[in-house]
């Protein structure tokens, strides 16, 4: 697939091959990156800013079980950094 405004960083990568996603959360996770390239307008994504180390990148609750961060880059791009199964 491809994103208009999504740059999919080499962690992000890692972490969706690596990580133990059921079919369901890969079937969510694909649905949230196409929400956040703007090619979905279905309002399924809880979006929040996140704080501390993290500050300037942002958390997207795909599921209760799957989140995915970004940043915003120049241009209105959006650099996904990591995708994460939650405990």
């Not at 990580?19 to 994504?45: E, H, M, Y």
């Not at 993290?54 to 209760?64: K, M, Y």
Request: charged share 25%.
């Amino acid at each position: 697939m491809y994103y208009d405004r999504l740059v999919l960083s080499a962690r992000f990568l890692r972490d969706i091959v690596s990580a133990d996603f059921t079919p369901q959360d890969s079937r969510d996770i694909l649905q949230a990156l196409r929400v956040l390239d703007g090619q979905d307008d279905t309002p399924v994504v809880a979006v929040h800013r996140l704080e501390g180390d993290r500050t300037g990148a942002f958390a997207a609750e795909v599921s209760p079980t799957v989140r995915v961060t970004f940043e915003h880059l120049d241009g209105g791009q959006l650099q996904m950094l990591t995708c994460e199964k939650l405990a």
